[in-house]
């Protein structure tokens, strides 16, 4: 049997060598996947590892017990020995010490840490040398940041105390990188207080101060430390390591060291959640890719050795007629294609794996080598073991047919269950998988497969029926005489074999064209959820003093507002809340990213929000306040109940409620309230009467305002009742006298209680409008309640309605950040924004830093839309439209495959014809019609599979966008990978029938 074997594989080599390359190739898609899979994993871990929060990288454990002296190297106390025993493989332990205390220097004094850690030397760059051991009575040796010598007024050599220790400066040290999580984030580098422009771009006063190693004090007691450690876990720990693996060890360290008594915590967990739902989409992603070109050379083996395999026929019949057993027949069957298969399955890991590397090398965020390992050779005998199963059902139909019907030269046509059987299985695997796709969460199982199961049962189904009305159109053309495209329609539909060509050129062009389609959506998803998110196309978050210090230092950068504008994105405190986005607003329009989602014009928006003020606001300049009011109630009747009044401000630093030095009693009196923000300018927010219980009525007479012996409101200013709005007009009530002397009369009702009453300036519209997204489902003209950027409960006047809004997607309102700063009563809440244009100049952080901002991150779209991209989800993507691409080299070999088994019949049916006067325009191969017929066939199984899987898509890692996704790719991208594709088919098709007419002219003669 062996010899025969031998025999037959070299009697036919050309079959051979084809089962050979197509097996080759279902084993190298197969192992590519799991290769690709595990080097994007530890891309995406790398990745993930370098845009991690430095306390996302470490675990902190720290020795509750205090130990005098200079914080010096723990690593052979009692604490270091127990944590390099408890610190776990693939974490770097860094041990140290740290001191809270004052820093005092010639020019000035700050709050720091003392602290020793190893490493720090390696770390930055000295002006003069790092500290050294010292001995008893020498002066202890310590490391200053530049901000920090500035403050102190030190430089090397110099000296200061901390705490009650001298200390001398060994060197002044700069970080070379303000990044590395060495530094802890701002732990040790210290970020600057907003106000003033910094001396540094990097740290601030309170920057850390380092010690040497050991360093005895005179009094071991002026100075208290305590020991830490941070152990680091390592880029390949995160690459190489499971999640599971590395969470499991983390735990079991915060465990064992809670019982040595330390205290520990980390967030590492949170990293490793990430990364775990990341690499989860990504192998999900790619099962679609890998499934796709490993099922299509399993088709085109099915097609290529069916076709051959009917070729044969004949000469199997005479071999059944003569004797040979069927079990023989099968056994030449499966050893004559079983040697190329085993051979496949070596050089296919070679393949896969040449494959994964090119692709790993031009799509992953981080270089991630790609290696062969157990799982890489499991997955490729798994492709070469189906490429034998898809050979021998090729088979299988002829092997088992009976012995007249080997002997016909047509194939007979299946009838009954065994026709329809392979379609019923395909579209029942299609539903289920659309099913599990549908059923919700993440796809999983089948539903990873659903696009391919569903272009399978619709080119199934589709080829189907394109036979049998391609035999009843290509019988009516010859009829009628048309016998070019006649007679190509009826020898096509006659061959069996051309309708698994037709269901597989349709699953190559339906997978092409929905690969490509759902990577255009991916690509204008990315794109809007990154201009939606971050509101414009750069976005510095900064730390300032104020709304107002915001603001104005806003416009001092700016002061034509062409490319910056102020903004404050305050998040709802509860679900049900409405997050708030407060504006510069004259700048909106010019500074804010558009974008068609939103639902209106961000320029009605800007004039919405920002009508004209109903008057201006009250400026007032003076270190001291001074009320003068008459009170008139029943001293007697209110007992111990107190009457007070607080004035609120706002300044450059804030907005600050002040109680006079007095309660308020009855007759004219004056009330000091003092107010050093003011000394250059504030704005008066509000006066507030308190008085909890109220017995008897409370009239109050305001008549006039004084800053620093200067007026500032007379009583006929305070008699303008269009300047004042009370915040309780329930048992209150304002009123004015108009006599000589005017003044702003309060009156509060008898028996009340309640808390303070505001009489606020009305110098913004009150409620304020704002625009609020629909579904929030208030209609335009009510008013809707909310925490303003202050927290406090307030009401807005609906303007306008949005589908979406800049930074805050589909939920949330957007005010005026000057009205809103002018309504609010209590502290700064929310995050403190600067939003850029395109046109903003190269050194606007320097510029904003001039002005009291201290930059806390750097926004830009381009850079969220390229995070997108490094994400699982998109590099799945990649990969199966690479696998679709080379589909389209499998179904053009397929074609090939399916011709070459049936030239020779067909050609020399043609010459029979030819002889009998059949004309030379008709002599074609006919292979256009099956591509033509995939052609369209692919067109309706996209668009059947696209309205059945798109809702199941996921393209995010968190699997949210707060922009809906596209319903519809850009179709002229979309033909930019699907015309390419047809044309090469037709050209094949082309080439092919020429080779059969010049066959045919060869053996004609003419």
Same mark, same amino acid.
């Given at each position: ?243 599971? &693996? ?48 490993? *099922? ?70 981080? +270089? ?22 898809? @050979? ?145 196309? +750069? ?11 915001? *603001? ?31 504006? &510069?607003?004259?700048? *909106? ?79 004219? %009196? ?35 305002? #004084? ?45 009340? +209680? ?115 991209? #490094? ?49 030379? #325009? ?55 990978? @699907? ?26 003669? %003419?």
């Amino acid at each position: 049997m062996l010899a025969i074997i031998w025999g037959a594989l070299a009697a036919r080599r050309a079959q051979a060598l084809a089962v050979l390359l197509l097996a080759v190739l279902a084993s190298a898609a197969a192992a590519a996947a799991p290769g690709y899979v595990a080097a994007a994993g530890r891309a995406l871990a790398s990745d993930g590892f370098s845009t991690a929060d430095p306390n996302e990288l470490r675990l902190r454990l720290t020795d509750p017990t205090e130990y005098p002296g200079m914080p010096g190297d723990p690593t052979g106390s009692v604490f270091g020995t127990k944590v390099e025993r408890l610190a776990p493989a693939g974490f770097v332990v860094v041990l140290g010490a740290q001191s809270g205390g004052v820093a005092a220097g010639p020019s000035g004094r700050v709050t720091t840490s003392l602290i020793y850690r190893a490493g720090v030397c390696e770390r930055v760059a000295v002006v003069g040398a790092c500290p050294r051991p010292t001995s008893k009575g020498q002066l202890p040796e310590v490391l200053v940041s530049t901000n920090t010598a500035a403050h102190l007024g030190v430089a090397t050599g110099g000296e200061f105390t901390f705490g009650a220790v001298p200390v001398r400066v060994a060197g002044v040290y700069r970080p070379l990188d303000a990044t590395d999580p060495f530094w802890l984030g701002g732990e040790y580098l210290r970020p600057p207080a907003p106000g003033s422009a910094p001396t540094s771009a990097v740290g601030s006063a309170p920057d850390a101060i380092f010690t040497s190693e050991s360093s005895p004090l005179a009094d071991d007691d002026a100075i208290l430390y305590r020991a830490i450690a941070d152990l680091y876990v390592t880029e390949q720990a995160v690459s190489t390591r499971s999640a599971q &693996d590395l969470r499991d060890a983390a735990a079991a360290v915060t465990r064992d060291g809670s019982r040595e008594g330390f205290g520990a915590g980390t967030s590492l967990p949170s990293l490793l959640d990430r990364l775990t739902l990341q690499r989860g989409q990504l192998a999900a992603g790619v099962t679609l890719g890998a499934g796709l070109v490993v *099922l299509l050379c399993w088709l085109v083996l099915f097609v290529a050795v069916s076709s051959a395999a009917d070729e044969r026929r004949p000469e199997q019949g005479l071999l059944l007629l003569r004797g040979v057993q069927r079990r023989r027949l099968w056994a030449l069957a499966i050893g004559e294609h079983a040697v190329p298969v085993l051979v496949a399955i070596p050089l296919g890991c070679l393949g896969g794996l040449a494959a994964a590397r090119l692709l790993a090398a031009h799509t992953l965020p981080a +270089r991630a080598d790609v290696t062969v390992d157990a799982t890489v050779l499991g997955y490729a005998a798994v492709g070469a073991a189906g490429a034998l199963t898809a @050979v021998l059902l090729a088979q299988a139909r002829t092997l088992s047919a009976p012995v007249v019907d080997l002997l016909r030269r047509v194939p007979a046509r299946m009838r009954g269950w065994r026709a329809t059987v392979g379609d019923i299985v395909a579209v029942s695997i299609a539903v289920a998988a659309l099913m599990q796709l549908h059923s919700g969460g993440s796809p999983s199982g089948l539903a990873l497969l659903a696009p391919v199961a569903g272009a399978l049962a619709a080119g199934l189904l589709l080829a189907r029926v394109a036979m049998i009305a391609g035999a009843a159109v290509g019988a009516g053309l010859l009829a009628r005489g048309r016998t070019t495209a006649g007679l190509a329609l009826v020898q096509v539909t006659r061959q069996p074999r051309f309708r698994p060509l037709i269901a597989l050129l349709t699953v190559v062009v339906a997978m092409l064209a929905f690969t490509a389609a759902t990577s255009e959506v991916a690509s204008a998803a990315y794109t809007d959820r990154a201009t939606v998110e971050v509101g414009a196309p +750069r976005v510095i978050g900064v730390d300032a003093l104020s709304h107002r210090h915001l *603001l104005e230092s806003v416009r001092a950068v700016d002061p034509e507002g062409r490319y910056a504008m102020a903004a404050v994105v305050k998040e709802a405190a509860a679900e049900a809340g409405t997050p708030v986005l407060a504006v &510069d607003s004259d700048r *909106l329009a010019t500074v804010t990213a558009p974008h068609s989602s939103y639902g209106m014009a961000l320029a009605d928006v800007a004039r919405e929000i920002r009508p004209e003020p109903p008057g201006p606001p009250i400026l007032l300049r003076g270190r001291e306040l001074t009320v003068v009011l008459s009170a008139s109630y029943d001293e007697e009747a209110f007992g111990g109940n107190r009457v007070r009044l607080f004035v609120s401000v706002a300044s450059r630093t804030g907005t600050r409620r002040i109680t006079a030095h007095k309660d308020i009693k009855p007759d004219l %009196r004056e009330y000091r309230v003092q107010m050093p923000e003011c000394a250059q300018e504030c704005r008066l927010v509000n006066m507030e009467i308190v008085a909890p219980v109220t017995p008897d009525a409370l009239k109050i007479r305001f008549e006039g305002v #004084r800053t620093d012996d200067e007026a500032a409101l007379s009583g006929a200013e305070l008699a303008d009742l269009r300047r004042w709005r009370l915040s309780d007009a329930d048992d209150t009530s304002l009123s004015a006298t108009s006599d000589r002397e005017a003044a702003l009369v309060f009156d509060m009702a008898e028996g009340r +209680r309640s808390g303070p009453t505001a009489i606020s300036v009305v110098d913004s519209p009150f409620p304020l409008p704002g625009w609020l997204t629909r579904s929030k489902e208030i209609p335009v003209g009510w008013t809707h309640p909310y925490d303003g950027i202050d927290g406090t409960p307030t009401e807005a006047s609906v303007g306008g309605l949005a589908d979406r809004l800049p930074r805050l997607g589909a939920s949330g309102m957007i005010v005026d950040l000057e009205y809103a700063d002018r309504l609010a009563v209590a502290g700064q809440t929310g995050v403190k924004e600067v939003w850029l244009a395109p046109t903003a100049p190269a050194d606007i952080l320097d510029r904003l830093r001039a002005q009291g901002l201290v930059i806390q991150y750097d926004r830009t779209i381009a850079a969220a839309r390229q995070g997108f991209d #490094r994400q699982g989800a998109a590099l799945a993507l990649r990969f199966n439209l690479f696998a679709a691409l080379a589909g389209v080299l499998i179904g053009a070999a397929g074609l090939i495959a399916a011709a070459a088994a049936e030239q020779r019949n067909r050609v020399t049916m043609l010459v029979a014809l030819r002889r009998q006067g059949l004309p030379a #325009r008709a002599v074609r191969g006919g292979y256009g019609w099956p591509v033509a017929v995939a052609t369209v066939s692919a067109g309706l199984a996209t668009l059947v599979i696209w309205l059945l899987t798109r809702s199941g898509q996921r393209l995010f890692s968190d699997g949210r966008s707060p922009v809906p996704l596209p319903d519809w790719p850009d179709v002229g991208r979309l033909l930019l990978f @699907v015309l390419p594709t047809v044309v090469l088919f037709a050209l094949t098709a082309a080439v092919l029938g020429r080779f059969v007419a010049a066959s045919v002219r060869r053996r004609t003669g %003419r």
